[in-house]
């Protein structure tokens, strides 16, 4: 199957899927559309038992892209880009403390809380998960991968909560930069992987560390700052030529960010909170005008809800051949890797709310609140697909348990989120 014709079978999908949803199922995009993606892996599966042609041919459909590469460096850019300048970028910068110490300090708790934790557990002979040889590294990779909470499917169950204003930013930006963070950190710990170890010292993980993240941030705000002059110059009424400025910025920042080492993903988050911004103007009603025209925020929130569709079937495809791995005892170590994810990410939001509530004011519950609504997404699947083969059985362990949280923090979390705001 040739490039345009995977696209056009996608977006037909995600337009069948996201009409039933719609009519039929009536559920939040996110949980609908990941309903129906589970629904399309279990019954290629059964044709598969009928007819294992059917099985092998949709196997090698999603062998045709690399899904790690597609989401990572042409998909996700787009969607943070969106989701960042959908934010409120005032109450935000009013309260950049509390949401850079709950992203970097949640992302590396749960790190190494669930990555130990795994670690223990492959190593207890009840499970017979001994003889995959899972290292620490390893395990802490996993826990890497599972840390940065998914901020399409976050932001979109947010703005339906009916939350306070400053609740729901620090909940976004919370999400927006803990993916960053969370990519930093797991391809510092894979660069220790792919090294083995014995070139490793304490100053280079600093190193690369530093120049991912601070590089990153940098870029992004030189970028960001450069495209607010740019479209302070276009104005507002060429709107079509804003739409192809912030187009080819966002496919320009990770093509930068791949030569020099640096984070595309916190990158395009910073350029999208300088673009996302009010532009002082003639002494108006309202005295302000926005950067970016209305129908320049309109064709992003197209971008976002097409590409959002499209992500979940892809997860729903990427789904079958782990499926086809499964192992028994799996569904042990499944249920409580999924409790720890909770328990640590409920941990590490928990610390710094309870610091900064000492100057700061928190709604009753906001840690429960951020805890639940911590849904993992496409990225997650994406880094875990990118994991090197010498795992062996062990990257077949990861895959699945990979699966296990996202599906159960978008299908249970999310469709109790609600119940749980109120």
């Known amino acids: 199957m040739e490039v345009l014709e995977l696209t056009t079978f996608l977006l037909l ?16 995009t996110t949980i609908g559309l990941m309903m129906l993606a589970i629904v399309l892996s279990v019954s290629v599966l059964a044709g598969g038992l009928v007819s294992p042609e059917f099985l092998a041919t949709a196997t090698s459909l999603t062998k045709k892209f690399d899904f790690s590469v597609l989401l990572v460096d042409v998909m996700l850019p787009f969607l943070l880009f969106a989701g960042a ?99 930093v950190v797991f391809l510092t710990l894979l660069s220790i992987k792919m090294s083995g170890g014995d070139q490793v010292t304490a100053a280079s993980v600093a190193s690369l560390f530093a120049t991912e993240v601070f590089g990153g941030v940098a870029l992004g705000a030189v970028m960001g700052y450069l495209g607010l002059q740019l479209l302070k110059y276009i104005e ?16 320009l920042l990770p093509i930068i960010s791949h030569k020099f080492h640096f984070s595309a993903v916190l990158g395009v988050v910073v350029m999208g909170l300088f ?50 791995e499964f192992q028994a005892n799996y569904l042990i170590i499944m249920a409580i ?27 009753p519950r906001t840690a429960l609140i951020i805890t639940w609504g911590g849904l993992r ?12 083969d010498s795992l062996g059985d062990g990257k077949a362990l990861i895959l699945f348990l990979t699966y296990a949280v996202v599906l159960f923090t978008i299908l249970v979390q999310g469709l109790t989120l609600k119940k749980i705001v109120k």
């Open 13 to 28: 999908l995600a337009s069948v899927f996201s009409l039933i949803n719609l009519r039929i199922l009536k559920l939040p």
């Open 85 to 183: 300048i959908s934010v409120n970028v005032h109450e935000l910068l009013k309260d950049r403390l509390t949401i850079l110490l709950l992203a970097s300090f949640g992302v590396l708790f749960s790190t190494f809380a669930v990555g130990t934790g795994l670690h223990w557990l492959v190593q207890q002979s009840f499970l017979g998960l001994s003889n995959l040889n899972l290292t620490y590294v390893d395990c802490l990779l996993f826990g890497a991968l599972i840390a940065p909470t998914d901020p399409i499917a976050v932001l979109a169950m947010v703005k339906k909560m009916n939350l306070s204003s400053i609740t729901e930013t620090r909940i976004a930006g919370e999400s927006l930069f803990n993916d960053g963070i969370g990519v």
């Open 236 to 251: 507002n009424e060429h709107t079509e030529l804003e739409v192809l400025v912030t187009l080819s910025m966002v496919l």
């Open 275 to 324: 673009l996302n911004q009010n532009i002082d103007t003639d002494k108006e009603e309202d005295g302000i005008q926005k950067a970016m025209g209305d129908y320049v925020y309109k064709f992003w929130h197209l971008v976002d809800e097409t590409l959002n569709a499209i992500l979940f079937i892809l997860i729903g495809l990427e789904i079958i051949p782990v499926f086809a």
């Open 337 to 363: 890797v999924v409790a720890l994810v909770v328990l640590s990410r409920w941990i590490g939001v928990t610390i710094p709310i309870g610091l900064l509530s000492l100057k700061k004011t928190f709604e």
């Open 377 to 388: 997404g496409g990225l997650s699947i994406a880094l875990a697909l990118n994991l090197p």
